[in-house]
Protein backbone atom coordinates (compact mmCIF):
# COMPACT_ATOMS: atom_id res chain seq x y z
CA UNK A 1 0.00 0.00 0.00
CA UNK A 2 2.84 2.15 0.38
CA UNK A 3 4.21 2.18 -3.00
CA UNK A 4 0.59 2.63 -4.26
CA UNK A 5 0.52 5.81 -2.01
CA UNK A 6 4.12 7.00 -3.01
CA UNK A 7 3.00 6.13 -6.77
CA UNK A 8 -0.55 8.18 -6.53
CA UNK A 9 0.87 10.96 -4.56
CA UNK A 10 3.74 11.80 -7.38
CA UNK A 11 1.26 10.97 -10.12
CA UNK A 12 -1.14 13.68 -9.36
CA UNK A 13 1.20 16.17 -7.63
CA UNK A 14 2.72 16.55 -10.83
CA UNK A 15 -0.22 16.11 -13.56
CA UNK A 16 -1.81 18.96 -10.97
CA UNK A 17 1.06 20.81 -9.98
CA UNK A 18 0.26 22.85 -7.30
CA UNK A 19 3.41 25.31 -7.69
CA UNK A 20 2.94 25.75 -10.82
CA UNK A 21 -0.70 26.19 -10.48
CA UNK A 22 0.01 28.82 -7.87
CA UNK A 23 2.68 30.77 -10.08
CA UNK A 24 0.04 30.69 -12.84
CA UNK A 25 -3.05 31.93 -10.26
CA UNK A 26 -0.47 34.84 -9.14
CA UNK A 27 0.11 36.37 -12.46
CA UNK A 28 -3.89 35.98 -13.44
CA UNK A 29 -4.72 37.77 -9.78
CA UNK A 30 -1.90 40.34 -9.91
CA UNK A 31 -4.21 43.47 -8.75
CA UNK A 32 -6.99 41.30 -6.81
CA UNK A 33 -7.15 41.93 -3.26
CA UNK A 34 -6.42 39.10 -0.66
CA UNK A 35 -10.28 38.36 0.00
CA UNK A 36 -11.06 38.16 -3.82
CA UNK A 37 -7.69 35.79 -4.28
CA UNK A 38 -9.23 33.82 -1.36
CA UNK A 39 -12.85 32.96 -2.44
CA UNK A 40 -11.17 32.09 -6.15
CA UNK A 41 -8.65 29.68 -4.90
CA UNK A 42 -11.54 28.00 -2.38
CA UNK A 43 -14.24 27.87 -5.05
CA UNK A 44 -11.75 26.36 -8.00
CA UNK A 45 -10.60 23.79 -5.56
CA UNK A 46 -13.90 22.64 -5.19
CA UNK A 47 -14.80 22.35 -8.17
CA UNK A 48 -11.66 21.04 -9.40
CA UNK A 49 -12.09 17.99 -6.67
CA UNK A 50 -15.84 17.45 -7.97
CA UNK A 51 -14.40 16.84 -11.68
CA UNK A 52 -11.41 14.42 -10.43
CA UNK A 53 -13.52 12.89 -8.06
CA UNK A 54 -16.11 12.00 -10.80
CA UNK A 55 -13.17 11.02 -13.08
CA UNK A 56 -12.00 8.63 -10.42
CA UNK A 57 -15.17 7.02 -9.30
CA UNK A 58 -16.82 7.23 -12.85
CA UNK A 59 -13.41 6.96 -15.06
CA UNK A 60 -14.00 3.07 -15.15
CA UNK A 61 -17.58 2.52 -15.47
CA UNK A 62 -17.47 4.34 -18.32
CA UNK A 63 -15.01 2.64 -19.77
CA UNK A 64 -16.49 -0.65 -19.55
CA UNK A 65 -19.44 0.89 -21.00
CA UNK A 66 -17.23 2.17 -24.42
CA UNK A 67 -15.13 -1.34 -24.03
CA UNK A 68 -12.27 0.10 -23.45
CA UNK A 69 -9.92 -2.79 -21.25
CA UNK A 70 -7.81 -1.44 -18.21
CA UNK A 71 -4.26 -2.55 -20.23
CA UNK A 72 -5.62 -0.14 -23.13
CA UNK A 73 -6.50 2.53 -20.37
CA UNK A 74 -3.29 1.91 -19.37
CA UNK A 75 -1.03 2.34 -22.24
CA UNK A 76 -2.77 5.39 -23.42
CA UNK A 77 -2.80 7.23 -20.12
CA UNK A 78 0.83 6.47 -20.12
CA UNK A 79 1.45 7.92 -23.51
CA UNK A 80 -0.71 11.19 -22.80
CA UNK A 81 1.49 11.63 -19.36
CA UNK A 82 4.46 11.00 -21.73
CA UNK A 83 3.67 13.81 -24.22
CA UNK A 84 2.87 15.91 -20.88
CA UNK A 85 5.79 15.00 -19.73
CA UNK A 86 7.90 15.74 -22.33
CA UNK A 87 6.18 19.18 -22.96
CA UNK A 88 6.92 20.04 -19.04
CA UNK A 89 10.97 18.78 -19.85
CA UNK A 90 10.74 21.47 -22.93
CA UNK A 91 8.77 24.25 -20.95
CA UNK A 92 6.34 24.17 -23.94
CA UNK A 93 2.48 24.90 -23.46
CA UNK A 94 0.13 22.37 -24.95
CA UNK A 95 -2.70 22.54 -22.59
CA UNK A 96 -2.26 19.29 -21.14
CA UNK A 97 -1.65 20.66 -17.32
CA UNK A 98 -1.43 24.51 -18.23
CA UNK A 99 -3.58 26.72 -20.09
CA UNK A 100 -2.63 27.31 -24.25
CA UNK A 101 -1.72 31.30 -24.80
CA UNK A 102 -5.10 31.59 -26.19
CA UNK A 103 -6.69 30.57 -22.90
CA UNK A 104 -4.12 33.02 -20.99
CA UNK A 105 -5.19 35.88 -23.09
CA UNK A 106 -8.89 34.96 -22.16
CA UNK A 107 -8.21 34.52 -18.85
CA UNK A 108 -6.75 37.94 -18.13
CA UNK A 109 -9.74 39.43 -19.03
CA UNK A 110 -11.91 37.40 -16.41
CA UNK A 111 -12.73 39.06 -13.37
CA UNK A 112 -13.59 35.30 -11.88
CA UNK A 113 -10.87 32.86 -13.14
CA UNK A 114 -12.12 30.08 -10.21
CA UNK A 115 -14.04 28.05 -12.92
CA UNK A 116 -11.57 28.58 -16.26
CA UNK A 117 -9.02 28.26 -16.26
CA UNK A 118 -8.39 27.68 -12.14
CA UNK A 119 -10.29 24.65 -11.93
CA UNK A 120 -9.81 23.25 -15.60
CA UNK A 121 -7.65 23.23 -17.29
CA UNK A 122 -4.89 24.49 -14.74
CA UNK A 123 -6.02 22.03 -11.99
CA UNK A 124 -8.62 19.37 -13.37
CA UNK A 125 -6.79 19.28 -16.54
CA UNK A 126 -6.66 16.45 -18.86
CA UNK A 127 -3.73 15.05 -17.56
CA UNK A 128 -4.66 14.99 -14.17
CA UNK A 129 -8.32 13.90 -15.01
CA UNK A 130 -6.35 10.59 -17.19
CA UNK A 131 -4.52 9.91 -13.94
CA UNK A 132 -7.08 9.80 -11.67
CA UNK A 133 -8.16 7.16 -14.22
CA UNK A 134 -5.47 5.74 -14.78
CA UNK A 135 -4.53 5.00 -10.96
CA UNK A 136 -7.65 3.99 -9.56
CA UNK A 137 -7.20 1.10 -12.63
CA UNK A 138 -4.08 0.57 -11.27
CA UNK A 139 -6.07 0.47 -7.48
CA UNK A 140 -8.35 -2.76 -9.00
CA UNK A 141 -11.38 -3.71 -6.90
CA UNK A 142 -9.27 -3.41 -3.82
CA UNK A 143 -11.16 -0.79 -1.75
CA UNK A 144 -8.18 -0.24 0.38
CA UNK A 145 -6.11 0.36 -2.81
CA UNK A 146 -9.23 2.44 -4.11
CA UNK A 147 -9.16 4.80 -0.46
CA UNK A 148 -5.49 4.62 -0.56
CA UNK A 149 -5.53 5.99 -4.60
CA UNK A 150 -8.46 8.65 -3.59
CA UNK A 151 -6.78 9.98 -0.48
CA UNK A 152 -3.47 10.53 -2.18
CA UNK A 153 -5.72 13.20 -4.90
CA UNK A 154 -7.22 14.71 -1.92
CA UNK A 155 -4.01 15.76 -0.02
CA UNK A 156 -2.45 16.91 -3.64
CA UNK A 157 -5.42 18.90 -3.96
CA UNK A 158 -5.15 20.35 -0.64
CA UNK A 159 -1.28 21.28 -0.97
CA UNK A 160 -2.40 22.97 -3.94
CA UNK A 161 -5.34 25.29 -1.79
CA UNK A 162 -2.06 25.84 0.39
CA UNK A 163 -0.27 26.60 -2.48
CA UNK A 164 -2.86 29.00 -3.57
CA UNK A 165 -3.00 30.56 -0.64
CA UNK A 166 0.28 31.10 -0.57
CA UNK A 167 0.86 32.35 -4.36
CA UNK A 168 2.78 35.62 -4.08
CA UNK A 169 4.95 34.16 -1.56
CA UNK A 170 5.93 31.58 -4.20
CA UNK A 171 5.82 33.75 -6.55
CA UNK A 172 8.33 35.95 -5.19
CA UNK A 173 10.71 33.42 -3.77
CA UNK A 174 10.76 30.76 -7.16
CA UNK A 175 10.97 33.21 -9.84
CA UNK A 176 10.58 32.55 -13.49
CA UNK A 177 13.53 30.78 -13.29
CA UNK A 178 13.05 28.59 -10.29
CA UNK A 179 9.21 27.59 -11.07
CA UNK A 180 10.86 26.47 -15.44
CA UNK A 181 13.50 24.24 -13.05
CA UNK A 182 10.99 22.76 -10.89
CA UNK A 183 8.52 22.01 -13.89
CA UNK A 184 11.77 20.37 -15.79
CA UNK A 185 12.54 18.13 -12.76
CA UNK A 186 9.12 17.12 -12.43
CA UNK A 187 8.40 16.60 -16.27
CA UNK A 188 11.60 13.85 -16.70
CA UNK A 189 9.92 12.15 -13.35
CA UNK A 190 6.54 12.07 -15.34
CA UNK A 191 8.11 10.93 -18.49
CA UNK A 192 9.70 7.97 -16.51
CA UNK A 193 6.51 6.96 -14.94
CA UNK A 194 4.38 7.35 -17.96
CA UNK A 195 7.01 5.28 -19.60
CA UNK A 196 6.10 2.31 -16.61
CA UNK A 197 2.09 2.69 -17.06
CA UNK A 198 2.86 1.84 -21.01
CA UNK A 199 5.37 -1.09 -20.24
CA UNK A 200 2.38 -2.59 -17.69
CA UNK A 201 -0.65 -1.83 -19.98
CA UNK A 202 1.02 -4.00 -22.77
CA UNK A 203 2.46 -6.74 -20.43
CA UNK A 204 -1.48 -6.74 -19.30
CA UNK A 205 -2.78 -6.76 -22.85
CA UNK A 206 -1.53 -10.16 -23.28
CA UNK A 207 0.10 -9.40 -27.21
CA UNK A 208 3.85 -9.95 -26.18
CA UNK A 209 2.69 -13.43 -24.62
CA UNK A 210 0.80 -13.98 -28.35
CA UNK A 211 3.59 -12.54 -30.06
CA UNK A 212 6.18 -15.01 -28.69
CA UNK A 213 3.92 -17.98 -28.91
CA UNK A 214 3.41 -17.11 -32.66
CA UNK A 215 6.88 -16.84 -33.58
CA UNK A 216 7.65 -19.87 -31.83
CA UNK A 217 4.51 -21.37 -33.61
CA UNK A 218 6.10 -20.43 -36.69
CA UNK A 219 9.78 -21.53 -36.03
Do not use: K, Y
Not at 59 to 68: D, K
Not at 188 to 196: D, F, I, K, S, T
Not at 210 to 215: E, F, I, P, V
Amino acid sequence: MLELAILAFTTFFITIGPVDVAFMFAVLTAGVSARQRRMMALRGILIATLILLAFALLGEVALTWLGISLPAMRTSGGILLLLIGIDMVFARNSGGVSTTREEAREARARADISVFPLATPLLAGPGAMGAAILMMSHAGQDWMAQAVVLGALLFVLLLALVCLLLAMQIQRFLGATGSHVLTRVLGVLLCALAVQFIFDGIAGSGLVGQGMSMAGGLS
